[in-house]
């Protein structure tokens, strides 16, 4: 089997997908660890799976959802009291087009 | 017998019957814990919080009052809940965790956080922004992890028991490595709601206790449906305190696959003599097969990560946590914040699972991983069909020095070879201590069917007594 090699350009895909921004020297290491992982994961595409049901939860839940009334919620305050940045109104960003 | 020597089940005992103050026994460890915490690197660095004064008298129910040690990632309202993480420092939450809320209302006061990996991602307790965890048995060592501030805060001495989270071995390995009792319950048996999450199909949360007593009773406390947490299940039966003195016609199955290469001499000698001991007591060991359980590994580094990139994606520096100052745009804000605000292996994580879920790559690798966890799961159901737990060494070395594997994910990831098939399988399992290895203690894993738990438990307490492992001189 190929050693599975992560490229400089994967990683930063991937980071992109992540919203995680990587610094120069985390680029590298981050190549190798990654394939280094890959690499020993892949020792499950020798199994024969074919047949096999995916599993993707070890307990089954049915008929989990509650009955849909109306009761009190988190005050708006306190949801907002942990915020970087708030106003009265809700949580306050930069804008997504500077 | 002085305040230290009581487990926790005692020290409520000795509260209910009038002989013991519930305000002193919370002085005694709040002194001791806070004094851990101001020593800094002199200490073991247990603690991300510790209670300032003691909780107001007539704290009732079946704790009365014994003071608890919480794992930081429960969300516990108004007090600082970081998972360990440098992005939610300072974090305090307006709710607390259903499993620590239940063992609040059944009497348990808040002593304090515990110090962990973050976001619960490692196995040494090295990869805090609040520092390592040391080990109290040798300060040079690592306690496990991730609940490693959990597990050397019982270990040694400074919290009577502690409250921590399994994903792949998270409960049992640190417990193993610090010489002290750690249960990872059924999943679903406590509710996973204010668990600030890793990988949600596989967390639970459990007991690091002195002894299998003490994990019965917390487990007693916090099992139950829960309808903030969907997943939650109603426990088919009340958690009993064990008593079991024999394990007469019990059959213990060793699987070949988890108990060979890999496994350290000195653990292997001291699994052994558990076996034999166990034997004393009238149980019958079996060989099994669980033949997929050595990709189990394999499929945990595929789904864990994946389902990590997801739950992790909520730190994004707009509604709590810490947020990186002056970016010019959102996007620029949202990868900014979580590049300053993760460390190197919760990225590493976060990386390998958005990469695992990535198109192209999904088949390859999570629905491979899906279906080898089906695969693991049979093999259980399986073995189960021929013998009642399967007992393995919890983890495959004592514990390692300081920052002898940081350089290494893979060889990291090894200390979860023989915790993870069942937390793939969803099934409990128990560590106990079975004694010492080059001084450092050695952990005994006994695994049972889902809702076995008072068996399981009750096989752990006889056994456990039979090999009376002595954890005093690790208390600091």
Not at chain 2, 55 to 75: E, I, M, N, Q, S
Not at chain 2, 441 to 449: M, N, T
Request: hydrophobic fraction near 40%; aromatic fraction near 6%; charge should be negative.
């Amino acid at each position: 089997m190929r050693a599975t090699v992560i490229s400089r350009d994967e990683v930063l895909h991937v980071a992109r997908l992540a919203r995680l921004a990587l610094s120069d020297d985390e680029i590298e290491p981050m190549a190798r660890e990654l394939s280094a992982v890959l690499d020993h994961v892949a020792t499950i595409s020798s199994l024969d799976l074919d047949d096999v049901a995916p599993t993707s939860h070890v307990v089954e839940v049915t008929g989990g959802l509650r009955e849909d009334v109306a009761r009190p919620s988190l005050p708006r305050e306190v949801a907002l009291a942990q915020a970087p940045d708030a106003s009265d109104e809700g949580f306050l960003v930069p804008s997504p087009q500077a | 017998m002085g305040i230290l020597d009581l487990t926790a089940a005692e020290a409520a005992e000795e509260i209910g019957a009038g002989a013991l103050s519930a305000e002193e026994l919370f002085t005694v460890y709040r002194d001791r814990a806070a004094s851990d915490r101001d020593a800094g690197d002199e200490g073991l660095n247990c603690f991300t919080w510790v209670a300032p004064d003691a909780p107001a008298p007539a704290r009732t129910g079946l704790l009365c009052g014994v003071p608890l040690a919480v794992k930081d990632l429960f969300c516990t309202e108004g007090v600082p809940s970081q998972s360990g993480s440098k992005i939610l420092e300072g974090y305090l939450p307006p709710y607390t965790a259903t499993a620590v809320g239940r063992l609040f209302e059944d009497g348990a006061s808040l002593l304090a956080k515990t110090n962990q990996d973050e976001f619960a991602m490692g196995s040494s307790n090295e990869n805090s922004a609040y520092g390592p965890v040391r080990n109290p048995w040798d300060r040079s060592r690592v306690p496990g992890g991730s609940s490693g501030g959990s597990a050397a805060a019982v270990a040694a001495g400074l919290a009577p028991w502690a409250l921590g989270t399994d994903t792949g071995g998270s409960i049992r390995q640190p417990a193993a490595l610090c010489g002290i009792v750690g249960l990872k319950p059924t999943y679903g048996t406590v509710s996973r709601y204010g668990m600030i999450a890793f990988a949600s199909s596989l967390d639970q949360a459990g007991p690091l206790t002195r002894d299998v007593r003490d994990a019965a009773l917390m487990l007693r406390s916090m099992a139950g449906q829960d309808p903030c947490d969907a997943t939650s299940l109603r426990f088919p039966e009340e958690i009993m305190l064990p008593h079991a003195e024999r394990l007469d016609g019990l059959r213990l199955g060793v699987p070949e696959e988890l108990t060979g290469e890999g496994i350290e001499d000195g653990v292997l000698a001291s699994f052994r003599a558990a076996l034999a001991r166990a034997e004393g007591l009238g149980a019958q060991i079996s060989e099994v097969r669980l033949p997929h359980a050595p990709h189990a590994l394999s499929a945990y580094y595929v789904l864990a990560p994946a389902e990590a990139s997801s739950n992790l994606a909520r730190f994004d520096g707009v509604r709590y946590g810490m947020r990186a100052e002056d970016a010019p745009d959102l996007l620029d804000m949202y990868t900014r914040t979580r590049h300053d605000g993760f460390g190197p292996e919760v990225k590493r994580r976060i990386m390998l699972g958005t990469y695992a879920l990535s198109s192209g790559y999904y088949d390859a690798y999570y629905g491979r991983a899906q279906r080898v966890r089906t695969k693991i799961a049979e093999d259980f159901r399986s073995a189960f069909s021929d013998v009642d737990f399967i007992v393995t060494p919890t983890a495959p070395t004592v514990a390692f020095g300081l920052g002898e594997k940081t350089g290494d994910p893979l060889a990291m990831y090894l200390n979860d070879f023989c915790t993870v098939p069942m937390s793939l399988a969803g099934i409990p399992a128990i560590s106990i201590p079975s004694g010492l290895s080059q001084g450092l203690p050695v952990g005994l894993q006994l695994a049972g069917p889902a809702f076995s738990e008072n068996r399981l438990l009750d096989a752990a307490h006889a056994l456990e007594q039979a090999l009376g492992f002595d954890g005093s001189s690790a208390r600091v």
